[in-house]
């Protein structure tokens, strides 16, 4: 192995796609894809950029729904990725983004009314975490957002659970990947970690993921 230095322009080096349902200040709903969300035990800390909605949002004190596509939704995702709900349109995206109040249509998503927040769930996602806002705050550099959200309530296709638990079976679940702009899914198992509490023994029962994922 050569290593090299370089500079790339992004360092996204695979991280999972979610789509972040919130509420606008006069009560429609924005929909935003993002790829920097990460779980601290059941906090998930949001990073998003302080020009769009979904910051504004937030800031505002909006609930969120994340909901984590599969690799077949990617299509839905790109189809909203040049959107920004924000009018008018932030000057630092005016070049690469147009206005959408519409997100849901435009992606060709259904959403589906959440049991604890207002922000509606995206009916297809397998993976939806109902979520409070508890923190705010700018990141060094102050381009982006930081929010640190507690999950209420996890929602799950049954379809990845593994029966009679309320654990997700690795297996059958893959998340959409973000790798260095271009979007994957999970290649197959590698092997196990010793912290695991679904070790292949136990998700032998389990039915394989359905294919209209």
């Known amino acids: 192995m050569t290593h090299v230095t370089i500079e790339p322009s992004i360092l996204y080096v695979g991280t999972p796609v ?15 894809p993002m790829s920097s969300a990460w779980a601290l035990g059941d906090v998930v800390v949001l990073g998003v950029g302080l020009p769009g909605q979904t910051a504004a949002n937030l800031r505002a004190g909006s609930d969120v729904v994340i909901n984590y596509p599969s690799p077949k939704q990617w299509e839905a995702v790109e189809r909203i990725a040049g959107l920004t709900g924000r009018w008018p349109v932030p000057e630092s995206k005016q070049e690469r983004f147009r206005y959408e109040r519409e997100k849901f249509a435009a992606a060709g998503l259904t959403p589906v009314a959440s049991e604890l927040v207002a922000p509606p769930r995206v009916e297809e996602c397998p993976l939806q975490f109902e979520a409070a806002v508890a923190h705010c705050s700018i990141d060094a550099e102050g381009n ?3 929010a640190q959200a507690r999950v209420l309530r996890v929602h799950a296709d049954e379809q990845i659970v593994v029966p009679g638990t309320s654990y997700v079976h690795p297996g059958n679940w893959s998340p959409l990947l973000y790798n260095f702009r271009h979007y994957f899914g999970l290649g197959a198992e590698l092997g196990e ?3 695991t509490e679904t070790p292949k023994t136990a998700r032998s029962t389990a039915q394989p993921f359905a294919e209209h994922h």
């Not at 009560?27 to 935003?32: K, M």
């Open 144 to 146: 982006f957002l930081i």
């Open 193 to 195: 970690s010793f912290r």
């Open 18 to 32: 979610a789509l972040l349902s919130t509420t606008n200040p006069d009560g429609t709903v924005n929909l935003a």
